[in-house]
């Protein structure tokens, strides 16, 4: 009792520097700016100054790929070999989903079709049916039927098949690793900041060395998706070994069993909840990566979307990226169904015989072999036919012209001025500032949120960024996603509050987030450059629309999470409306509001990357730049610049949404 | 800290045994110590091996188990007690290796438990430990037929033999008919039967419970403690029981060893520690309790006075033996206050105490039976209506 009284009474962390600190930061920022008229070296790193770490990472892939070897055989016969054995069961899956396959006969071949529409179709709602009833049948059928009806069904299933090879790699992979880490906590120590880098580089930066060592094509795609889907899988399957109770696991060790009876008879199944929100997370991740594994090589329907979009045709690349989404709810939503299945009793199933306990199977398989014999006497039903398609695409056509023709000019001038009032002095303020004025102000920041380390760990990622020569670029990205991460909260906590006040509302914003959630990324820039032509103003839009989510969803959670007695005691005390929500709620839910703030900035670095497509000049430029000349070095140190911005971000924001819940008593998050 | 006390405390009552008295020893440990924290065998060795509370505190580790010394008997029922955090499970823990302690000796059926191999030890618990846990400790994707079979099927014994013993310990726990049941579709105490069955399952020589009823409410806890104890009459297992219900404790044990901050402070039978306790802390443990229920008859009567004990009460103290006062019946000298306080009141008269044998050994007096009821408040006199209130 005594012990907790005086750890309550004591500051829950130890007074730091105060405001002197500050007002001293900014003051050497504020003389360095006046001072970098002269020393330019203060604003823009001097060339000759450049740690020429791109040319290191270039020159070392070079090596490996040219010279290294184990002896044996070399580096490259080596990933060469892998992408050999991975690409084995893709073909398999497309040969039976979008191909067939040629037999030679003498001199005739005979064409093995692929499995007819209505077959696949068929079997994907009858699996549906028997695993989640009539509701999840009705969403598979309708996900699927959108497929054959508006002509994607081919591409879908060249996508289907990487995602079918990739997901379960995704899957074993992340266990193995996990399984790993959660038996040695060195392995563990060893991972965690790879993972976290891992997570916060973006994606296309590490396409490249992918591209380097297995070559273009469907295979490194697939690779370069199970890399970029396995971190989560890897944490989660961590965490849920850890969550399985001590008293199972002792139980198991008091039951005798080895470790590997330990591993797979009580650990896994105990997990098994958990470790699917690892599995689901792999499948949204890696339809995530569909369009952008499409750069290298990937096909399907992320090739469909990136054509479109150079195209600029908005109808087809809304048709496809919905297409994406279409087939990710409906792996991810059978997925669940089948996950939480076991959660049925099953003890009414044991009596029945083999045919009623293997229904599903006999039931897929039947409609497949039926479908395709079918096929055969109506060719229809192998290929769908183009006069039945629906094409969007004269539609949207119309409906650019019209707003074009009707809204141009109003469009045009809320553009203009918001570029030249906003976007443009806000961008040459951030240009202008010198870095190592900025490297001291996050310092300052980093020391009185959360102590030396923090201060040491930010410092030094400024000036990694600076040091490899690209600050400006820096500034640039830091710009366009901070004043994106102000326009997605100036949205976002309106509503979230809105939200939180209302159930309908609430219900609504939900899905709206749940539905922008799951669009992919790619899909944003498709309407706003039909809109906005490209640029910044169209990278913001399209940063805003995917980023605004994490900003509604966090703030309508913290305020709801506020305890309804806390409420309630000042209603008591005669608040009003206006007073609850600020005096009380607000503060409160405070913490939680600055995680969403926190990830709204990562789902905005993430979109930064992407809307490099739409022509911006900043980090992500040159991560794309260095895709298309496939320059390793390039691109790898440009995307650690990003990810040194998202780290910076997470562990300032982090540590002190951390802190302040401390101080507030609440308990920390698991 | 009070050391010479304590291990007073804990020696002597090893003496005088348990019922089984001349059984023999199933578990022995000594001088068993567990120490969380980085190094704590070598903070050990450099205190000489009884580090003081304060020396650990600096060290920034915590004693969990201190010194602890202890036999089981074969076929008795040892509760260990103690206040939340004071050691009880890292102590049963360290019994059965669970938890490697850090130091100390643990000798099981006359072979160094800590000398065993890793390989030894799985054999061991394969065979001869059963465990069941405070949360159940069920695993959520079997059956309670799998759950019960579970730690035979991990031995490699084939199915049709390993669910034909699962079925019969099923049948044991009252679980018949719910075989095919999920743990989440049955109830706590259900749960906790099944975790019982489970741990029978193996026929252990030694049946380790972990505050087994502590999460279920009042009245299932009761019906689970009388479960037990008939399990316990049909099985006579070697039990080391925890709890840090002083209730529960003096229902189901032979023996109890009480717990704080890591050490044993003392170790006897329910009214042992009613009627002598070590420390303040024991008296205060007791002190809620209802003593009619610990203390036995002979406990509070008086003893045959020309006998030099009751053990030695020989043939000759027999033949209606009185001392004075006409008597007004016999009691059996292992009864409880409780179970004879209303006859004893009722007759206001003294009784004669019989052990076992049939052989007389004290004498029971009212007055004797109202101060155990109503302790300090009645003075030895005819026991009347107030005697009658409290017995009601
Ligand atoms: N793995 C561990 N690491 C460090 N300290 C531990 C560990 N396990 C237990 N302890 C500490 O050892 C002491 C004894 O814990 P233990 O769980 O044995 O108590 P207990 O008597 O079983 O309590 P309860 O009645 O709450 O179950 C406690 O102070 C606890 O904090
Ligand atoms: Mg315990």
Redesign the pocket.
Known sequence: MTVTGEMATAPAVPRRPGLLAWVAALAVLVALWLAAGRLTWLVAWPDGWIVPLRYWISDAMHWLVRDATFGLFTFKEFTRAIAWVLNLPLQACLVLLSRGFEVPLGAATLAVPPLSWLGVLGAMTFASWRVGGRRLALLVGLCFGYLVVFGQWNSAMVTLSSILVAVPLGIVGGALLGIAGYRNREVERAMTPILDLMQTVPVFAYLIPVLFLFGFGPVSAMIATIVYALPPMVRITILALRAVPAEVVEFGRMAGCTERQMLWKVLLPSARYGLMVGVNQVIMLSLNMVIIASMIGAGGLGHDVLAALRRLAIGAGLEAGVAITVLAISLDRLGQAIASRGATPVHVLRARGFVARHGTLIGILGILAGAYLLAFLVPALRHYPDALTVNTGPFFDKLVEWVNVHLFTYLDAVKSSLLIYVLIPFKRFLVGLPWPGVALLLAVAGWRIGGPRLAALVAALAVFVAVTGNWEKAMISAYLCGISVVVAMLIGLPVGILAAGSERIHRIAQNTVDTLQTLPSFVYLIPVVMLFQVGDFSAMIAIVAYAVAPAVRYTDHGIRGVPGEIVEAARMAGCRRGQLLWKVQIPLALPEIMLGVNQTIMMALSMLVISALVGTRDLGQEVYIALTRADTGHGLVAGLCVACIAIVADRLIGAWAARRREELGMEQRA | MPSPTVAAATRPPQAEAGPSGAAGVKLTCRGLWKI??EGGRRFLERHGGAPTSEQLAAGGL?G?VRDAGLEIHDGEVFVIM??????????VRCLSRLIEPTAGELIFEGRDLLAASERELTEIRRHKMGMVF?HFALLPHLTVLGNVAFPLEVQGVGRAAREARALEVIELVGLKGRESYFPRELSGGQQQRVGIARSLAVEPEIWFLD?PFSALDPLIRREMQDEFLRLQRVLRKTIVF?T?DFDEAIRLADRIAI?KD?RIVQIGRPEDLVTSPATQYVAEFTRDVSRAKVLSVRSVMSAVPESAGPESAGPESDGSGAAGGELAGELPAAARIGEVARRVLRAERPFAVVDEAGRVVGRLEPGQVLEVLAPGEAAPGPGGEGGVKAAQ
Not at chain 2, 82 to 91: A, D, N, Q, W
């Open positions: 969380f924290g915590i969990a103690g206040l939340s955090g004071s050691g009880k499970s890292t102590f405070q505050e925890i840090h717990m890591g």
